[in-house]
């Protein structure tokens, strides 16, 4: 709890990553407080309640950001926090994830236990049992040493030493005289990767689709890693809050508030208080003023350098470089579906499995590049890549009184159109086209539409601050990972500006449901946290 010694500390943004910076502050004794800047608090990681009718009187919860959480299951933030004590409780999803056969019969279910997976793959692609085998067991041994990396401040030397140590302590990383050639499949593309690790069509199609929720297309170099990480899949497998995915959050405010911290929402930043090149604050728009001993943002690296820091506190060198920062054109877009039923997959008839986690639909991988191609043009996908999600099969308390929810993200849905197009006048006409690839590979889907969110590029924006759409808050290129995120000069989680430090997915190791900038950004911050940082120059 804060004593006389604790610190004053504002967290912008009650985004997963800032309430885990928060939550783990407060551990440590100081009095936190979070702004958040809509009525409601958790970021791109929220649940709300749409659609109550007399026919459905408990409405459906809907997740408006993140679902699936897979990477926070590997931080152990979730057992630090003790957050089951403040009421999140996980469901797992398994299989994690399915590839329904376009066109034909049968199914690949991606369950945890990687011998389930294997007996899957065999029936539609018997070779591939052992290239599967020797694919997770390459990209296992390489990946414990990563997610060391992810865990800490990058340095240049981080991940090579971590990947030095893997080797030391498991065996040697590659087979030998295979380094050359293990080599090129860490800084090769993953469309490659999985093209020459396996002889499947079809599970060339699910692997690729899945590594694409990264953000990088196919072809990207020095991209392997992010169909690599499979490997990690099926150490930790996927899970579900049960009531959404907002139910974390939630519990992270309801630890933040028992360890003597507060969320103030409906008090959006105008700016940050800055005296003596030092962050002593900040005001909101409806002219509150909050000061602190220090301020720690969760907001994208742009809206907080050059918004709410402002171009006069900043050089002109690092305003050009975070100016700069590749934002990209947009990244995909969303429908959120209260439905009547759920899809019965003409692959996969009745099957009892598909519904417990995601299901990829994406005919080939040809067909992805071919909405890539879209993409490029400025065009949204003439046809989508869609990732499927029925949480209602597994979460019963998402949808109470007997229908569904159905989630569709799509991708490669560019934020800026070409010609002059505006989201606002197509969002309900490519929402349809979503739509339409569900009904393609479930037909009983027609018709069965009771109401739905939609989330394009743009609504992703104004919705979470997430500018330009991009759910990554920056590209996840890798020029842009490790100690080149957001900049290097920013990369150890602080900033130019005293006192004000970075905590957000525009920070080591990037976007999803992840939590390790956060946790991150709390450990950097103790460190700092002595005398000096608060009474001199």
């Known amino acids: 709890m804060p004593s006389s010694s604790s610190k004053r500390i504002l967290v912008i943004g009650s985004g997963h990553n800032g309430l885990i910076a928060a939550c783990y502050l407060a551990k440590a004794g100081h009095k ?11 970021g791109a990681v929220c649940t709300e309640t749409h659609f109550e009718s007399p026919t459905h009187p408990h409405g459906f919860r809907m997740d408006i950001g993140s679902s699936v959480h897979i990477m926070i299951h590997q931080t152990g933030i979730i057992e630090e926090l003790e957050l089951e004590n403040y009421g999140l409780e996980y469901i797992d999803m398994d299989p994690m994830m399915s590839y329904p056969i376009p066109d034909g019969k049968g ?10 997976t294997l007996e899957s793959i065999g029936q539609v692609s018997p070779s591939d049992v052992a290239n599967y085998r020797e694919f997770i067991t390459f990209w296992e041994k390489i990946n414990k040493g990563v997610l060391k990396t992810f865990q800490i401040p990058p340095t240049a030397g981080g991940i090579v030493a971590e990947m030095a140590k893997g080797q030391m302590r498991d065996g040697a990383m590659f087979k030998k005289g295979e380094s050359m050639q293990g080599l090129q499949k860490i800084l090769g593309s993953y469309g490659k990767v999985v093209e020459d690790a396996f002889d499947s069509p079809y599970l060339k199609a699910a692997l690729v689709w899945f590594a694409a929720q990264s953000g990088p297309v196919p072809d990207a170099p020095a991209t392997g890693d992010f169909v690599g990480w499979q490997s990690m899949l099926h150490q930790s497998g996927a899970k579900h809050p049960r009531g959404g995915s907002g139910m974390l959050t939630q519990a992270m405010a309801r630890y933040l508030e028992a360890h003597g911290g507060e969320v103030v929402c409906d008090a959006e930043v105008d700016h940050i208080l800055i005296e003596k090149e030092r962050a002593i604050g900040a005001v909101t728009k409806d002219g509150r003023e909050f000061r602190a001993d220090l301020v720690v943002s969760n907001a994208h690296v742009q809206t907080t350098m050059l918004g709410m820091v402002g171009k006069e506190h900043l050089g002109d060198h690092l305003l050009k470089r975070v100016e700069n920062i590749q934002v990209g054109n947009g990244f995909g877009m969303v429908i959120r579906c209260a439905v009547e039923e759920l899809p019965d997959y003409t692959a996969a008839p009745g099957d009892p499995d598909i519904h417990n986690g995601m299901q990829l639909l994406a005919p080939s991988v040809d067909y992805m590049y071919r909405a890539v191609g879209d993409y490029m043009k400025g ?10 999600m029925t949480f209602s099969k597994i979460d019963p308390d998402v949808a109470k009184d007997g229908s569904h929810t159905l989630f569709a993200w799509a991708q490669w849905h560019p934020y800026e159109l ?3 197009v505006h989201w606002d006048d197509i969002r309900e006409r490519e929402a349809e086209k979503i739509y339409g690839v569900v009904e393609r590979y479930a037909p009983n889907m027609k018709g069965k539409l009771i109401d739905w969110v939609i989330q394009s590029p743009l609504d992703i924006e104004r919705k979470h601050g997430l500018l330009r759409g991009n759910v990554m808050h920056v590209e996840m290129n890798f020029d ?20 004000l430090y970075l905590a957000s997915a525009s920070c080591h190791p990037g976007g999803g449901v992840f939590g390790a900038a956060g946790r991150n950004a709390a450990n950097v911050i103790l460190k700092d946290i002595k005398p000096s940082l608060f009474g001199g120059s």
Do not use: C, W
Request: no cysteine.
């Open 32 to 42: 936190v407080t979070v702004l958040e800047r809509r009525e409601s608090l958790g």
């Open 418 to 420: 070409a010609n002059g």
């Open 379 to 388: 065009n949204p996908p003439e046809d989508p890549a869609v990732l499927a």
């Open 480 to 499: 842009q990972m490790f100690m080149f995120r957001p900049l290097p000069e920013m990369s150890q989680y602080k900033t130019p500006i005293k006192g």
């Open 107 to 116: 199914v690949i279910h991606f369950y945890k236990d990687l011998e389930r």
